[in-house]
């Protein structure tokens, strides 16, 4: 073999090597987290929160695209309520409006809609229905069927959003809600360190798949706690409480042998929901061992945090935890600052063992 060759095949080879041990170098310092929790729980919108505070954010082009999802939300959530009227068995309070509001019961996933047709047919229609005393009714006794918890938020916005010559804003885009299903990956480079976050669909068939993300290389684990939904059962039995849910699958993480060297952040969230239904929704009702004061936010957050801080088997290490509201970006900021250093630590401890 001419030698010439033999040299390039060495420089390629030595090239290979090189890059096998960057990327082996970048590996050990990559920083991996899970984002886990019950569905509807914050995981995703935590993620779109990274992307704006770390990452690249929304541009233009990004916020033009959920207008036509955002339309779906709204559609869909006025279904719902109309759903939800016959389920409760409320009449109308005034002139039934069953035959104006069969184009909304009619509306499906496959349903065509884009802005012009939002506007031309569905506009005024939910303007008109959510203004009604009967769907504010019904509104009002949403714990007892499903309804998104941004309905009222985009029925509020239903003007702006409704405009075809509109533009979502930063905040619509964060209140979109799209089921997760699958694995989905992120890095963001935070102080030079890439942070690969990883976000599995917390709904109950969903939950097989994270198995697949506990190895050796996890970090920190944020697992997500809906706080505000004390009076919610879930949606796949309809039965279940929402926190006792979520309660008996941060056991099985918490005590999971995989997790013992993994900081596990607790992450009770929707505090801004939260503060709003304590003087409506009597919380001692669900939880009648609760003692306090019900209307106190910080009695009612102290004793969640202990509900979920006493299934832990292993009292060596406290628990990390933050109250949450993952809409709101400069309250996210101000937490992960703080949740960033407790896992760049734990990483480092990773490192110096192996």
């Not at 060495?10 to 970048?26: F, N, W």
Request: charged share 30%; aromatic share 10%.
């Amino acid at each position: 073999m001419p030698c010439c060759v033999q040299d390039e095949q060495s420089v390629e080879s030595k090239k290979i090597d090189k890059d096998l041990r960057r990327e082996q170098h970048t590996v050990r310092k990559q920083v991996k987290v899970l984002l886990l929790g019950a569905g509807e729980s914050g995981k995703s919108t935590f993620l779109k929160q990274m992307r704006i505070i770390h990452g690249q954010g929304y541009e233009t082009d990004d916020l033009a695209r959920c207008k036509v999802p955002i339309l779906h939300n709204i559609v869909r959530n006025m279904k719902t309520l109309l759903q939800g009227r016959l389920l409760l068995d409320i009449s109308w309070h005034g002139e039934p409006l069953d035959e104006e509001s069969q184009l909304v019961v009619d509306y499906n996933a496959k349903t065509e809609l884009d802005a012009q047709i939002f506007q031309e047919s569905y506009y005024q229609l939910i303007k008109m229905l959510w203004t009604e005393s009967t769907i504010q009714e019904v509104f009002d006794r949403r714990r007892e069927f499903q309804l998104n918890d941004n309905a009222e938020y985009f029925f509020d916005n239903l003007d702006r959003l409704a405009d075809p010559t509109g533009q979502p804003v930063q905040q619509d885009l964060l209140r979109l809600r799209k089921k997760t299903t699958g694995i989905k990956e992120e890095i963001f480079n935070i102080k030079k360190v890439p942070f690969l976050m990883v976000d599995v669909g917390g709904q109950r068939l969903q939950r097989h798949k994270w198995f697949k993300c506990f190895d050796q290389s996890v970090t920190s684990v944020l697992f997500f706690v809906a706080s505000s939904a004390y009076d919610q059962v879930i949606v796949e039995d309809k039965r279940t409480p929402r926190l006792e849910e979520s309660c008996n699958i941060f056991d099985t993480i918490v005590n999971n042998k995989c997790f013992k060297e993994v900081s596990i952040i607790l992450f009770l969230n929707k505090t801004d929901l939260l503060i709003r239904k304590l003087p409506i929704v009597d919380f001692s009702q669900y939880f009648p061992q609760f003692k306090g004061n019900a209307r106190v936010v910080k009695e009612v957050q102290d004793y969640l945090l202990d509900m979920f801080d006493n299934v832990r088997r292993n009292r060596d290490r406290a628990l990390f935890h933050h109250f949450t509201t993952a809409t709101d970006t400069s309250n996210i900021k101000y937490v992960f600052d703080a949740v960033k250093d407790t896992i760049l630590q734990n990483n480092l401890r990773q490192l110096m063992l192996q």
